[in-house]
C-alpha cells in the first residue's frame, strides 16, 4: 500500500508552494479464507485551490480493513478494524518563501515532519499519537491548526467556515486553509495542520507485538508477517518496477497471492 501526497497551497505575493510531501509505504502478509471480507481504503491527493492565502491539503492514507462500518471512511467500527496502513503526505504553505526546507511525508513507523527556519512545524505522527502543534507559529495562526488524531489528520473534518474553499485528501488528509497554513497527512494517527505546513500521517502494520489502542482489538488471524513501513523520504518499491522515494499523486493498492490453496 501506498499513501497519497499532499499538494501546494496558493500564495498571492508567492504563486504555488512547493509540491506536497509525498506518500509512506506499507506492506504485509497474512491468511485469508473463502468468505472473508476487506475493505480497501485508497488514499486522495487533494486538487489545489486557485483562492489566495490558502494553504495545501494534506494526502489521504491507504489502509485495509475488515470491517466497513457504515462505508464512510472515519468511520469508528472501520477505523479501529485498519490492519495496514499507508500515511499520506503534508500539503504546504503557498509561497515558495515560506514552504524552503524539509517537507512532511507519510510514514513509515513515525512520519516525518515539515521544518521552517530550522525548526520542526509540529511533532511527528507516531503508533502511538497524532501530530502535535509545538508552537513554531508563534499563535497567530492557532486558530486554523488542529492536531493529528486516530485514522486523520488535523481539520480532516468538522472545518470551519472561516476555512472557504479548503481541501483535504480523501481517507484523513487535513484540510489546507485560509493564512496558507498546510493540512497534515492521514495516517494510522494522522499529521498535524499547522503553518507553515503540515506533517505526514504515521503509517501501520498490524503484529501480534504492534501497538494496539484501547478499543482496538483485532483477532490474531489478521496478523501480519513480513512486513514493513517505509516514510515517503526514503526508497520504496516502485508499483511500475524498480524503486522510488515516496509516492506521488493518488494513493495505492496492490494485492497479489503468495500461495492459491487447491
Known amino acids: ?26 506492506t504485509g502478509s497474512f491468511s485469508v479464507s473463502e468468505g472473508d471480507e476487506l475493505y480497501v481504503f485508497v488514499g486522495q491527493q487533494p486538487t489545489a485551490t486557485d483562492d489566495n ?39 504546504t504553505h503557498g509561497g515558495g518563501y515560506y514552504s524552503g526546507g524539509t517537507i512532511g511525508t507519510g510514514g513509515g513507523t513515525e512520519a516525518t515532519v515539515s521544518y521552517y527556519n530550522n525548526s520542526p512545524s509540529s511533532t511527528a505522527a507516531s503508533q502511538f499519537t497524532g501530530g ?32 472557504g474553499d479548503a481541501y483535504g485528501g480523501w ?31 504515521s503509517g501501520y502494520v498490524l503484529t501480534s507485538s504492534s501497538h494496539k489502542p484501547d478499543g482496538y482489538d483485532p483477532s490474531s488471524s489478521y496478523y501480519l508477517s513480513n512486513t514493513d513501513l517505509i516514510a515517503g523520504n526514503a526508497s520504496m518499491p516502485n508499483p511500475d518496477g524498480g524503486t522510488m522515494t515516496g509516492r506521488e499523486g493518488n494513493g495505492l493498492v496492490v494485492i497479489s497471492y503468495t500461495e492459491v490453496p487447491p
Do not use: M
Not at 488528509?173 to 500521517?201: D, E, F, L
Open 1 to 26: 500500500a501506498w499513501g497519497a501526497q499532499g499538494c501546494a497551497g496558493h500564495y498571492y505575493w508567492g504563486g504555488d508552494g512547493f509540491p506536497g510531501g509525498k506518500g509512506g509505504y506499507a
Open 132 to 163: 502535535t502543534d509545538n508552537g513554531n507559529s508563534n499563535g497567530f495562526y492557532s486558530q486554523y491548526e488542529q492536531n493529528g488524531a486516530f485514522g486523520y489528520a488535523g481539520y480532516a473534518i468538522d472545518t470551519p467556515n472561516s476555512f
Open 171 to 201: 481517507n484523513g488528509g487535513g484540510k489546507g486553509n485560509k493564512w496558507v497554513v498546510g493540512g497534515g497527512g492521514g495516517g494510522w494517527y494522522g499529521g498535524a495542520t499547522v503553518w507553515p505546513q503540515g506533517g505526514g500521517g
Open 53 to 91: 492565502f490558502q494553504g495545501g491539503g494534506g494526502g489521504g492514507a491507504t489502509d485495509v480493513r475488515y470491517e466497513n462500518g457504515d462505508g464512510t471512511w472515519n468511520h469508528s467500527t472501520g477505523l479501529y478494524s485498519r490492519i495496514i496502513v499507508a500515511g499520506g503526505g503534508s500539503g
